[in-house]
């Protein structure tokens, strides 16, 4: 297993913000994975890190990255595959075997232990859907157990996972037999569909922004706030989505703590509403960052 120390993390998250880490796992099994689950007292588990904001100050703690667990098996229509395989590829994988389901995961970058910790869904699909089982580490017991779809709790964006006792490993999916045909042009229509509502990485951001509200939309209510014309030194609001913030090239951690901490003010004076991030900070936080952090998560608890 690759184990670095002293990592800087910045180029690993799609934000390109981040310091250095005490050390940096990299488990390319299931079996060096529940070793360090075993092993280990304290650590945080990551996939793509697409949706979090590293501190600029760095993380005095162990990092665990999921992305060399690369393992998919198709047997028929059920697919077996651990926690960090890219949801794209499993998605192309899925198209090429005529199995229908995973469409909307193509325009994901995260992992499917991201995917199916947060039910991810789109296009009116979402991992609930086709789940059928998972192989989790109960952290209490240490041990491996197994839990169905009924079992996992799945509701918008949760799922049992977010209790914090479990850690996926692997799951099962039993998709449906298509036409390629049918689902290249599902995959094509998603692609292009999320080309125009999310900046692509080439823009470094760490997809959205706010959760939404019940019954509304965070975009719409950072939108008519106003904030797509918040643009500051390093940072600023996608402008073709009020719900995004790009790193324009030179980001640190408070510039987007900043950032964020604008555009929840905007939209609180303009409607009352207190939006909630959705992206999860982590690390060492300066005592300006402290102090963004509790008006954003309403607790100075590392998130």
């Known amino acids: 297993m690759l184990i670095k120390e002293d990592f800087e993390i910045k180029n690993l998250t799609t934000f390109k913000i981040g310091g250095r880490v005490k050390k940096l796992y990299l488990p390319e099994n299931l079996e060096e994975f529940t070793k360090l689950l075993r092993d280990l007292d304290d650590y945080i588990i990551l996939g793509s890190c697409s949706d979090v904001l590293f501190s600029s100050n760095g993380y005095n703690g162990n990092v665990i990255l999921t992305t060399e667990m690369k393992n998919f098996d198709i047997k028929g ?20 075997a005529s199995l229908g ?20 869904g789109a296009h009116g699909q ?34 049992i996972l977010h209790e914090g006792r479990f850690i996926l490993l692997s799951a099962e999916f039993d998709l449906k037999k298509l036409p390629q045909e049918d689902i290249k042009g599902l995959m094509d ?15 470094p951001n760490a997809g959205s922004v706010f959760k939404n509200p019940e019954n509304d939309s965070a975009g719409r209510l950072l939108d008519k706030a106003g904030v797509k014309s918040f643009d500051m030194p390093n940072v600023k609001v996608w402008e073709k989505h009020a ?9 640190s951690s408070e510039d987007v ?11 609180k004076d303009t409607y009352t509403i207190e939006l909630k991030p959705e992206i999860i900070f982590i690390g060492n936080k300066t005592e300006k960052e402290e102090e963004l952090c509790n008006i954003l998560y309403k607790t100075k608890t590392q998130k």
């Open 243 to 251: 719900n995004f913030i790009v790193n324009k090239g030179n980001a």
């Open 189 to 203: 229509r998603n692609l292009n569909f999320r080309k125009t509502v999310q900046p692509s990485l080439k823009e």
């Open 126 to 159: 979402c991992i609930a859907d086709v789940l059928t089982l998972c192989c989790l580490f109960d952290k209490e017991n240490k041990e491996i157990v197994f839990k169905t779809k009924e079992e996992m709790d799945f509701s918008y964006r949760h799922s």
């Open 101 to 120: 389901g995973f469409e909307f995961l193509i325009g994901l970058p995260g992992t499917l232990g991201g995917a199916v910790y947060m039910n991810a």
């Open 257 to 267: 703590l900043e950032l964020m901490v604008k555009m929840y003010q905007a939209v």
């Open 77 to 96: 229509t059920k697919i077996i595959a651990d926690c960090g395989v890219k949801d794209p590829l499993a998605s192309q994988k899925a198209g090429e």
